[in-house]
Nanobody, 124 residues
Framework: EVQLVESGGGLVQAGGSLRLSCVAFGFTFDDYAIGWFRQAPGKEREGVSCISRPDGSTYYADSVKGRFTISSDNAKNTVYLQMNSLKPEDTAVYYC?????????????????WGQGTQVTVSS
C-alpha cells in the first residue's frame, strides 16, 4: 500500500524554524518526484517546493526562496522541508506528494499520491 506520512508541524513564533518530514511507504522511493504543498483556510493548495529524481533538481515557490530548503535521504525513504525565518503567512496545512514521472513540478494536479498533512502555525 502506497503511503506518505508527514510530521514535524507545530506552533512557532515568527522568525522561528521547523523541519517537516515526509516518509514514504509502498513504492520505489527513488523513482518518484516529491513535492511539498500547503493549503491555508479559504485558499487553494499551492506548491512550496519539490525535488526531481533523475537529477535531484529542486524548485521553490518565490514566496519561500531563501527561507525553505528541501532535501532527501533515500536510505530512509524520507524527504525533509527545512523552514527558516517563518512568517505568519506561512501558516497552513502542509502536504507532501509523490509524482510517478520522477520530474518535479509545483503543480498539485501532477501528483499521484498524497499524505494526510501536518499543521504549521506561525504566530506574530
Amino acid at each position: 500500500e502506497v503511503q506518505l506520512v508527514e510530521s514535524g508541524g507545530g506552533l512557532v513564533q515568527a522568525g522561528g524554524s521547523l523541519r517537516l518530514s515526509c516518509v514514504a511507504f509502498g513504492f520505489t522511493f527513488d523513482d518518484y518526484a516529491i513535492g511539498w504543498f500547503r493549503q491555508a483556510p479559504g485558499k487553494e493548495r499551492e506548491g512550496v517546493s519539490c525535488i526531481s529524481r533523475p537529477d535531484g533538481s529542486t524548485y521553490y515557490a518565490d514566496s519561500v526562496k531563501g527561507r525553505f530548503t528541501i532535501s532527501s535521504d533515500n536510505a530512509k525513504n524520507t524527504v525533509y522541508l527545512q523552514m527558516n525565518s517563518l512568517k505568519p503567512e506561512d501558516t497552513a496545512v502542509y502536504y507532501c506528494a509523490a509524482d510517478s514521472t520522477g520530474w518535479a513540478t509545483l503543480r498539485p494536479s501532477r501528483y499521484d499520491y498524497w499524505g494526510q498533512g501536518t499543521q504549521v502555525t506561525v504566530s506574530s
